[in-house]
């Protein structure tokens, strides 16, 4: 159980395009939705924190503008990139928390982005 | 990641142990996790301490201490595919995870 799916997996796109990713997960309900983006050999950054039927809360630093998070069911949170950028190219990785029980997170299997 | 350090790298061979220490700031504290990620794939779970002591599970143990804002990770019989980057998170009482930097773990034959 407690299985988190990520769409895409990879996606290149030009600069100035917008991405969207999802996640979901897919045998249990999420009340607590985290995204995170990891640049190579560097740790996870929190970039926002979603519940469902919310807004999200971002990290300082985090373009809200830039980085659009819908939580819309509680199986489902995506992450638009807005007129992505070279610097934006990194790896996306959402997590899924329960509420019940202690706070483990399950991640997602990440999102590896690519603008060109 | 923030007040969270642990060592950048870590090496050793085949069938040794490894400790991996973590020291994290103890304000508003509530648990501290222990996750492995190896390259280009998501981290994976391994363990939760919220309690002083050490936790064992099989050949991954997880230590905490509250006081001392201290936890280490003790890998035995090291395999080589145990080779990976290992996490050590904190969570707050509102449930907001803190990832370290990560110790990359070099298991050698």
């Known amino acids: 159980g407690a299985v988190v799916s990520q769409h895409p997996s990879r996606v290149i796109c030009k600069s100035g395009t917008s991405v969207k990713i999802e996640c979901r997960s897919l045998d249990f309900q999420a009340t607590t939705m985290f995204w995170y983006r990891q640049f190579p050999k560097q740790s996870l950054m929190l970039m926002a924190t979603?519940?469902?039927?919310?807004?999200?809360?971002?990290e300082q630093g985090v373009e809200k503008d830039k980085f659009l998070i819908n939580h819309a069911s509680l199986t489902l949170s995506t992450l638009t990139v807005t007129s992505a950028h070279p610097e934006d190219s990194s790896f996306y990785i959402c997590?899924?928390?329960?509420?019940?029980?202690?706070?483990?997170?399950?991640f997602g299997p990440g999102t590896r982005l690519t603008v060109l | 990641g923030q007040n969270i350090d642990q060592p950048t790298e870590m090496t050793a061979t085949e069938g040794a142990i490894v400790q991996i220490n973590c020291t994290y700031q103890t304000s508003g504290f509530n648990g501290l996790f222990w996750y492995q990620q190896h390259a280009g794939e998501a981290p994976t779970f391994l363990s939760y301490n919220v309690l002083d002591g050490l936790e064992e599970k099989g050949r991954f143990s997880s230590f905490l201490s509250r006081s001392k804002g201290y936890s280490y990770l003790l890998l035995k019989e090291l395999q080589m595919k145990d080779s990976a980057s290992y996490l050590c998170g904190r969570t707050d009482s509102w449930g907001k995870f803190q990832f370290g930097a990560g110790t990359q773990v070099v298991v050698t034959p």
């Open positions: 979603s519940n469902e039927g919310s807004k999200a809360t971002y």
């Open positions: 997590s899924a928390r329960s509420g019940r029980g202690y706070n483990e997170q399950f």
